[in-house]
């Protein structure tokens, strides 16, 4: 007798031997064969109360867990949405993960196939929808094909460059019986030793260069799952064999080289004169990049016409993508870099010269960096008296006692315009920070939950430590809500200047002038949320920082208790 098994109980049990252990969602009508499904299973099903945080969770997760991907330890995200108001709603937090290149394979519950004439309620093309923030959007026709569709969607998420793919589920597929089984996975393959004749062309000119600058992209880290060679150990190899002073690009998101190696320098800043200054240089190399250009329009070359351009990356669409591409070789960004590197052959003496301009620009390019994660003077030193009565801390002091109170944290960053002062005060090692690369808000709060699921999964977890802005806080404060659920260990600093900052900054930028220049509309939040009843009433414990004094004290109270923690920390602009 031949067994058989609906499509949802298909799709439960391949995805667990895909090695998955959470489904994160909000369920609806459509969903409810997965439901039942799950029941049945050892997955376990994450609620989350809005669709945006389930896919901000499970991003989250996966960033975390690709660190340790391997092929007994899948690093997938799944996501399980409802029909077309939900995926619209999950539309954000896609975006941000296919720009943060998170795997993840996520799926909607959609009306049966012979019903969808009749223009039913929730309908909508979900394909459309999702096509544009993945790397691959299909719909599951026939149950049939349901084993090969998810065998493919699991690769695809995981094969560099990673991100997250899309399955539509119709309700009648899922309830069909079957006599189908699970595919096996097998091993993700890398990205290949790239083009010898590339390789061997960009080795020469970085041994003709006199000031090369390494610019290193989040594509870097994730790819040390399925090599042999650590990726950011090759991007150190490579800095020092060619004796190149190495950045990271703009809006970088993870760490892709140590911030205490002696030839790292500071990331790219997004202001035009700044990022210009840093990558002035007659050979650059860009090895992993995606996003090395600035918000709003520049009137300047970021990288100098003259400057000969080597292009690595494991993504042939971003090779040459913003600045001609003298050498490209696509490929494992390990694999690559290291090859590079056996390959230059450069004089003591002129090695040495290089790593002395390393040092040189290092003293102009920190201090430039310094002031761009610096506020405006306060207390004994502020030029107007009521400045000086201000308690509140700046965005410098709260980064600074809390890189002092929490040893080696695992930080998730959405502190907008805290973010310079982290990032210039903060020299993160390897897998130690994770952030919202695609600018859009409300990722950091749902992914730093999703962080301290998989650090939980650890024998040595770190603390999880959300680095989150108001305004990306209020965003969706209802995270909590799924953090106190599932017993979440997470503490979330609130760096609090009640308004959006960004957007005034941004204001002057475009328009000139100062603050007393303009008429913020809209940005201010008056009367302000309090942030830690709002915490509570989801329940976290929430504490309030009112000074600089209180931030330490208030961190370690914090630290101490069990499950989610919120620190609202008020800072003045």
Not at 53 to 66: C, D, K, L, N
Not at 250 to 264: M, R
Not at 444 to 463: C, F, H, I, S
Not at 544 to 565: F, R
Request: proline content about 6%.
């Amino acid at each position: 007798m031949v067994d058989t098994r609906t499509g949802a109980d298909l799709f439960t049990e391949a995805v667990e031997s895909y090695g998955v252990r959470y489904v994160f969602g909000n369920p609806g009508t459509t969903e409810l064969p997965v439901m039942r499904a799950l029941g049945d299973s050892k997955l376990e099903y994450v609620l989350a109360p809005h669709e945006d945080i389930a896919v901000g969770m499970a991003a989250g997760y996966a960033s975390t867990r690709q660190y340790d991907a391997n092929e007994d330890n899948c690093p997938v995200g799944v996501v399980n949405l409802h029909v077309a108001p939900g995926v619209a709603h999950g539309l954000g937090n896609l975006y941000g993960a296919s720009v943060t290149g998170a795997p993840l394979v996520v799926t909607a519950g959609a009306h049966s196939l012979d019903f969808r004439h009749e223009e039913p309620i929730l309908s909508g093309d979900l394909l459309a929808m999702t096509d544009q923030f993945t790397k691959w959007s299909a719909e599951v026709t026939d149950v049939s094909a349901l084993p090969t569709m998810l065998r493919r969607a699991f690769r695809v998420a995981q094969t560099p460059p990673t991100g997250p793919v899309f399955l539509s589920l119709p309700l009648d597929v899922m309830m069909t019986e079957t006599d189908a089984e699970p595919q096996r996975l097998g091993r993700i393959q890398n990205s290949g030793a790239g083009d010898p004749e590339g390789i061997s062309e960009a080795a020469g000119l970085l041994e003709e260069a006199s000031d090369p600058v390494l610019v290193v992209g989040d594509h870097i880290p994730r790819h040390g799952a399925y090599s042999d060679t650590d990726p950011v150990d090759a991007a150190v190899r490579l800095a020092e064999a060619t004796g190149a002073r190495v950045h990271a690009e703009i809006l970088t998101c993870e760490v892709s080289y140590p911030g205490e190696h002696e030839q790292w320098v500071s990331h790219v800043p997004p202001d035009e004169d700044l990022a210009a200054a840093v990558m002035n240089s007659d050979t650059v190399v860009f090895a992993g990049c995606s996003t090395n250009t600035t918000l709003t329009r520049h009137d300047r070359d970021l990288v100098p016409d003259h400057a000969t351009n080597i292009d690595l990356n494991d993504d042939p669409w971003q090779v040459g993508k913003n600045t001609p591409a003298d050498v490209a070789v696509t490929g494992d960004l390990g694999l690559v870099m290291d090859e590079i590197a056996e390959q230059v052959e450069i004089g003591g003496e002129e090695l040495d010269e290089r790593l002395e301009r390393v040092q040189q620009f290092k003293t102009f390019a920190q201090q430039k960096m310094a002031e761009m994660g610096e506020d405006e003077p306060r207390r004994e030193d502020a030029e107007d008296e009521s400045d000086a009565d201000d308690p509140r801390a700046s965005k410098a002091e709260l980064v600074d006692t809390l890189r002092e109170t929490v040893p080696n944290p695992y930080i998730v960053d959405e502190g907008v315009t805290s973010k310079y002062a982290m990032l210039t005060r903060w020299a993160f090692e390897r897998e130690g920070y994770i952030s919202n690369k695609g600018g859009g808000l409300g990722y950091g709060l749902p992914a730093a939950v999703g962080a301290g699921m998989a650090e939980a999964e650890k024998d040595d977890p770190r603390q999880v430590v959300g680095f989150i802005g108001d305004g990306s806080y209020l965003y969706y404060p209802h995270s909590l809500y799924s953090a106190a659920r599932y017993d979440v260990d997470l503490t979330v600093v609130v760096s609090d200047n009640r308004n959006y900052r960004i957007l005034k900054d941004n204001t002057k930028k475009l328009f000139g002038g100062e603050d007393d220049d303009h008429e913020f509309v809209g940005m201010d939040f008056d009367p302000p949320v309090d942030i830690p009843k709002n915490a509570e009433s989801h329940g976290a414990s929430g504490h309030l920082a009112e000074s600089v004094e209180d931030i330490a004290g208030t961190l370690e109270t914090a630290l101490a208790e069990a499950g989610p923690s919120v620190v609202d920390v008020l800072v003045h602009d």
